[in-house]
């Protein structure tokens, strides 16, 4: 096999290696960020529970002054 296709194979080979690790990487990064929005929206929740709980507490100490 002359030379030049030797290269031109091993030249691709590196770069499907390369696409591969680039599509694990992007799967692992995908996983990240919807792990991290299921932690953010249970954040949210927790927070708007707790403005429930202030406005409650606030209607009770100062019933007439909430609008």
């Known amino acids: 096999m002359p030379k030049i296709l030797t290269g031109m ?26 792990e991290l929005v299921q932690q953010l929206g249970g954040e949210i929740k927790q927070i708007e529970r707790m403005n429930s709980t202030v406005k409650e507490l606030e209607m009770l100490q100062h019933p007439s002054e909430i609008i």
């Open 9 to 34: 194979i091993a030249e691709l080979r590196e770069n499907t290696d390369n696409i591969a690790e680039s599509a694990c990487n992007t799967a692992s990064s995908q996983e990240h960020t919807e």
